[in-house]
């Protein structure tokens, strides 16, 4: 008989694609062709068989290894059972029934010894009953037998320790477990059991105990026994690799230069030699003996290696935002000192601590992203664009957080509106500290707030101009417009210091030589010293420094919506009391200001008042007090308060309804009102959440409306322990509420990084270089704690082809 593969050459009518063997598109016709042409008549009857087998969906591995075994040509022995695996590859790649006659590579082999396809708790195991039994296979055998696994293309359950490392089975043994699947379900574990003690199950469990071992290197595999000259070279590469890379680490963890205009007596060519002196004689012998192109010391390697160890960073905070169930992407964008647009991003997702038992959550920032056009549509291709290659899965993209520039925050063409359209539950989040920025710059609508800002900021700069002036008064932070906290203390520091200010100021424009000075210094003094400029002063004193806790609470990681929602609320209640309260409480800071005036030998009276007055209002009053109270406090006041209620009920609603959730809400609404609300959240996150979740959410209404615990005092995340068990549905919904992002800080903290990496010195800095580096630099913890991080950017390092074997290749 003719050998099959000439015989499909010279008549070719089968076409098995793999695209279309992969699809699960199995083409009957041409397995008839090759049934017709063939001219074994055994051959002839099976694979007809197996036609009608693949029609129903029945990839038998039985009728595989029969076919396979029953022709009597060897090349066909060869090609069908290898035609017949790829007809089997539309079934979970995992499912170890696919691999009962058929070479595994040791990669796969690692996969299904530590991760095989389990069937989840809602499979049908009775369509898989072909002997009229009534007893089917019960899912809590996988916890007594570990070795256990169930293949749906096999039908039954099978050792995967044995099918993976194949026992020679001697005459008489039974073959299931091992061979074929053991489907006695009514002796299921006294079958298992004289498996589990059997020679042959023992011999596997060893055999696969060496493989794992020699995998995780903690015992040489049979290659490297046999020529343990190449291994011992292999160690000692990895070893000169180690102190390379430990090098790169500790210049990135400290924001040091690597290297200047050159590498000679660069700070990581001196951290080598320190290492060298320092006894590392591995690392000696290859700096002086090593071949001159295998040093791994050049600028171009030092790339390559720190782009290599952000790599592996990056993909561990990936692999944890996979683990969660939803995650938010942050965003925003700065020039760095070249004056190249970088775009940072980042993601926030729920974690579980294992080490702490209770979950958290994390902001991580992921990386630079630079950008070449600052419109709406090139900024969310870059944002997708890179989420997509960190591997997320962007349909459980739930939330954006940006600043309030039109760019990003549009509603109609910016950059979450374009991003909401390809993905609908991603919601946009103004950053909740930009909010609070904005209603304070909404103060520069009252004339006196707006100038008496603006001289403060003045005398602040004229004091930090000279260290000779910084000597006559205490150190005061500049007033920084996008450094919220600083802000609010340094206005808080200079009130509580004013009296030395002012009579520092006096001092100069009598005192001191240089006539500029002496001008700049009177100015100064006299704006300082005007009646409105000292009320208005202790008026914002007290209050920023009411907004300062806030400022500074808002950008921690683990807030919330209804944790933001709750403090701006109170605050509200706060200042709306204030206000209605505004004589008693301007009284106090009107006394304040009094005693201030008299030690300035200042004269507290309302600005003089002009028949037709165009700049200013003339309020009546009776009285000093009266007038300031009408003109300053009462204005000051109702623009925080209106601005506080404007900007920050913008959140979304359905969005916002996830925080309904926590029982201390669920006590102010109806159950009717709740039922609503359920329903908003399964439009908006349906596609995440349980079809049974408005049931789930009803009953978690119930039970917590007839408990007695005490409410208020309930976290927010611990509500997802105490409802994962009972209400499943309910723990994922509260998992996306706090998910949600509140504000963008931790992606701005970045900024600060990149104005320590890349300098004016190392401003011809590639991108791919500045993003390794300050992602080592933010991520310093996370690479302190990880013991395993250069072994693993070593392996991933010495996966492309190296000069130097790092890796043991068989």
Not at 456 to 466: L, M
Request: with cysteine.
């Amino acid at each position: 008989m003719s050998d099959i593969r000439n015989f499909l050459q010279k008549k070719r009518k089968i076409e098995l694609s793999p695209s279309s063997i992969n699809e699960g598109n199995h083409d009957i016709g041409n397995l008839s062709n090759l049934s017709t042409n063939s001219s074994n008549s055994s051959q002839q009857k099976e694979v007809p068989q197996l036609q009608s087998s693949i029609n129903e969906g029945n990839h038998d591995i039985g009728n595989l290894s029969n076919l396979s075994t029953n022709s009597s040509n060897s090349s066909q022995q060869k090609e069908v059972p290898q035609l017949l695996h790829q007809l089997t590859v539309g079934a979970n790649k995992l499912d170890i029934g696919l691999y009962l006659n058929s070479y595994v590579d040791d990669e796969l082999r690692l996969k299904l010894l530590k991760d095989p396809w389990v069937p989840s708790k809602t499979y049908d195991f009775k369509k898989d009953l072909t002997n009229g039994s009534t007893r089917v296979f019960r899912i809590e055998w996988f916890a007594l037998y570990p070795w256990l696994s169930y293949s749906a293309v096999s039908k039954g359950p099978l050792c995967r320790v044995c099918v993976l490392f194949r026992p020679r089975v001697h005459r008489g043994v039974q073959g299931a477990f091992i061979v074929s699947p053991c489907i006695k379900y009514q002796k299921f574990n006294e079958v298992s059991k004289a498996h589990e003690i059997s020679i042959w199950h023992k011999d596997a469990i060893n055999a696969s105990q060496h493989f794992l071992n020699s995998k995780e290197r903690k015992q040489l595999s049979v290659h490297e026994q046999i020529d343990s000259a190449f291994n011992r070279e292999i160690e000692e590469n990895r070893v000169k690799l180690r102190s390379i890379i430990s090098s790169i680490l500790f210049c990135a963890k400290h924001d040091l230069p690597l290297r200047g205009k050159n590498d000679e007596g660069s700070v990581f060519t001196d951290l080598l030699q320190f290492r060298v002196e320092s006894g590392d004689e591995v690392l000696n012998k290859h700096l002086k003996s090593g071949a001159k192109n295998a040093l791994y010391i050049s600028h171009e390697v030092q790339n390559e290696l720190i782009k290599t160890c952000a790599n592996v960073l990056r993909q561990n905070i990936i692999e944890e935002v996979k683990l969660s169930s939803v995650f938010s992407v942050l965003a925003d964008e700065t020039a760095d000192i070249s004056g190249t647009e970088q775009l940072s991003i980042g993601v926030r997702y729920l974690f579980y601590d294992v080490k702490f038992q209770k979950h958290k959550i994390c902001e991580e920032f992921l990386g630079y992203s630079p950008l070449t056009k600052l419109d709406s549509k090139s900024i969310a291709k870059t944002i997708i664009e890179f989420l997509e290659s960190c591997n997320l899965d962007l349909n459980r993209l739930v939330g954006q957080g940006y600043d309030g520039c039109a760019t990003m925050a549009g509603h109609i063409s910016g950059v979450q509106k374009l991003i909401n359209e390809a993905y609908p539950m991603a919601l946009f989040f103004h950053c909740a500290s930009h909010v609070l920025n904005l209603v304070f710059n909404d103060l520069n609508n009252v004339s006196e707030v707006r100038n008496t800002t603006g001289i403060i900021k003045e005398i602040i700069n004229f004091f930090r101009e000279s260290t000779l002036r910084r000597q006559i008064i205490p150190n005061i932070p500049l007033l920084c417009e996008t450094r919220w906290s600083a802000k609010y203390k340094s206005i808080r520091i200079f009130a509580d210091n004013f009296i030395v200010i002012v009579k520092a100021l006096e001092e100069l424009s009598k005192s001191t030589a240089n006539s500029k000075t002496k001008i700049k210094s009177y100015q100064l003094f006299t704006a300082a010293t005007t009646p409105v400029f000292i009320v208005t002063l202790q008026v914002i004193a007290v209050y920023s420094a009411k907004f300062e806790p806030v400022c500074n609470l808002l950008q921690k990681v683990n807030i919330n919506l209804k944790t933001v929602n709750n403090h701006i609320t109170k605050l509200v209640d706060t200042l709306q009391l204030y206000r209605n309260c505004a004589s008693t409480e301007f009284t106090v800071l009107f006394a304040k200001s009094k005693e201030i005036a008299e030690e300035l030998d200042v004269e507290i009276r309302p600005p003089r008042v002009a028949a037709r007055q165009s700049q200013r209002s003339n309020h009546p009053s009776t009285s000093h007090e009266e007038f300031f109270r009408i003109s300053i406090f009462v204005p000051y006041l109702d623009s925080v308060i209106s601005s506080l209620k404007d900007r920050f009920s913008k959140i979304h609603n359905q969005s916002f309804s996830l925080m309904d959730l926590h029982p201390y809400a669920m006590k102010n609404v109806s159950k009717e009102q709740f039922i609503c609300t359920s329903n908003d959240i399964v439009k908006l996150y349906g596609n995440i959440l349980s079809s049974n979740f408005v049931t789930e959410a009803t009953t978690w209404y119930e039970m917590w409306n007839n408990g007695e615990k005490p409410l208020d005092s309930i976290e927010y995340l611990d509500l997802i322990e105490m409802s994962k068990d009972f209400y499943p549905a309910v723990a994922d919904a509260i998992k996306i509420g706090a998910t949600l992002p509140t504000t963008t800080c931790s992606i701005e903290r970045s900024f600060s990084t990149l104005r320590r990496v890349k300098t004016w010195n190392r401003a011809t800095m590639g991108d791919n270089r500045l993003s390794g580096l300050c992602m080592m630099s933010v991520h310093r913890k996370r690479l302190g704690e990880d013991t395993k991080f250069i072994e693993n950017s070593i392996e991933e390092f010495g996966k492309k082809p190296r000069r130097l074997q790092l890796l043991f290749k068989k």
